[in-house]
């Protein structure tokens, strides 16, 4: 047992048995088929060109490891974006000059093995609750997603954010699950590691123990949530003390998000198609406050528009449609696997201990990019958890249909 006793155990209900060796192949199958599907997919579709924010990345990449700094789209060191990924093409840039391949290439098949261990990942996530089935259920609707495939295309955070992702909800489950301070360490780990990819999952790091500090009221909640903090302030660190030396400011995450919430203040026209671009002629230093003051009026002149918009309108934006720009099937299992099932499936998993975290994931991703311009790509790393919702739900059903408990194996 473990010397803390930390009162965070949860019913393991038979879910968390080593895998036998059917169970192996099973996933093992699962795994190959994704991998050959996307590999494919991957070297027969038309090279895509890079744009807006690919461009960015390629030649923050090129700049850093031709002149020693990252700026993002600037001629100088700033922190428009956290390091995560430029480093992460920098690497692999400088492995492909190695042995003497196309560097673009090597990024899209490496993001196809990345992207197979998030449905690895999913996979594990969804057993945690209802076992082999929602298990193997949830890592086929994460692998036949079309989007999955085109993401591992795009010059962009996505594929390596959601592994990262992923991989943080495991570790927050199991630590809950084992009480086990070594897991918190790694959850708050892995998420410093997301967070240098894509900072918007910060936030949530102190949800899980909140939440469970007013359930519970056990000082060892307080001593989980400052192991986990003091692993993420690790990871964090050397991007904490860059930004301190080189731009002399503290800067704790990235300066982005003036513009992102700026654009999200223009009603029904986040993507100009009606009228010149809010943010044009506003200085990067100034979107934030500008972004404030324009949420203040729209509210005082116009409090319905602005109440639908960031609430109703903004949601139907963020949720309906797939990442991408895709037709047909995809769109349809877009709707009724996400949308129509995986919502109400995230509402009602907040109850299930082993599925309350991801759900609640979900509630907060989505929350905060209310406050933005509403980008089907902000959602897309949510889209496995939805899996993993939808799975949960319908293996938990079909068990009570069938009287059979959670068809765990």
């Given amino acids: 047992m473990n010397k803390w006793n930390l009162p965070l155990r949860q019913p393991v209900s038979g879910t968390g048995k080593r895998m036998t060796g059917k169970e192996r192949s099973l996933i093992l199958a699962i795994l190959l088929i994704t991998l050959a599907a996307r590999l494919y997919y991957v070297y027969t ?18 700049q850093f490891l031709d002149k020693g700094f990252l700026g993002y789209y600037s001629d100088r060191p700033s922190a428009f974006v956290t390091p995560g990924y430029p480093l992460f093409l920098a690497a692999v840039y400088l492995a492909a000059q190695a042995v003497n391949s196309d560097p673009l290439t090597m990024v899209r098949t490496i993001q196809v093995i990345i992207s197979v261990g998030s449905v690895f990942l999913v996979y594990l996530i969804a057993r945690k609750s209802g076992g082999i089935p929602a298990g193997a259920l949830a890592a086929i609707l994460a692998a036949v997603y079309l989007p999955s495939f085109m993401a591992n295309n795009r010059i962009l955070t996505e594929v390596i954010y959601v592994f990262l992702l992923l991989g943080y909800v495991y570790a927050l489950i199991t630590a809950f699950e084992k009480d086990s301070l070594k897991w918190h360490a790694l959850s708050g780990t892995v998420m410093g590691l997301a967070v240098l990819v894509r900072p918007s999952l910060a936030p949530f790091i102190v949800v899980p123990y909140i939440i469970t500090w007013f359930r519970r009221h056990d000082y060892r909640v307080a001593v989980a949530l400052i192991i986990t903090l003091v692993s993420f302030s690790v990871i964090m660190a050397p991007w904490w003390v860059r930004n301190y030396l080189v731009l002399d400011k503290c800067i704790i995450f990235a300066t982005q998000s003036g513009n992102p919430l700026l654009r999200g203040t223009d009603p029904y026209d986040p993507y100009d198609r009606e009228g010149p671009s809010i943010i044009e002629n506003v200085p990067e230093s100034e979107m934030t406050r500008v ?10 002149n116009e409090p319905g528009l602005w109440l639908k918009w960031f609430t109703v309108g903004k949601l139907s934006y963020l949720w309906s449609r797939p990442w991408g720009y895709f037709s047909g099937w995809s769109v349809y299992m877009h709707f009724w696997v996400f949308i129509v099932i995986g919502w109400p499936a995230t509402l009602v998993n907040i109850f299930d201990t082993k599925m309350r975290w991801p759900a609640l994931l979900i509630l907060f991703t989505t929350a905060l990019h209310l406050a933005f311009i509403p980008i089907t790509r902000y959602m897309y790393p949510m889209t496995p958890l939805m899996a993993v919702m939808t799975a949960a739900a319908i ?6 249909i069938l009287d059979t408990g959670y068809l765990n194996s």
Avoid: C, N, W
């Fill in 45 to 62: 579709s038309p090279e895509l060109q890079l744009s807006h924010d690919e461009i960015g990345y390629h030649e923050m990449t090129l």
């Fill in 291 to 300: 972004a404030v003051e324009r949420i203040k009026q729209g509210f005082q």
């Fill in 395 to 400: 293996v938990k059903f079909a068990g009570k």
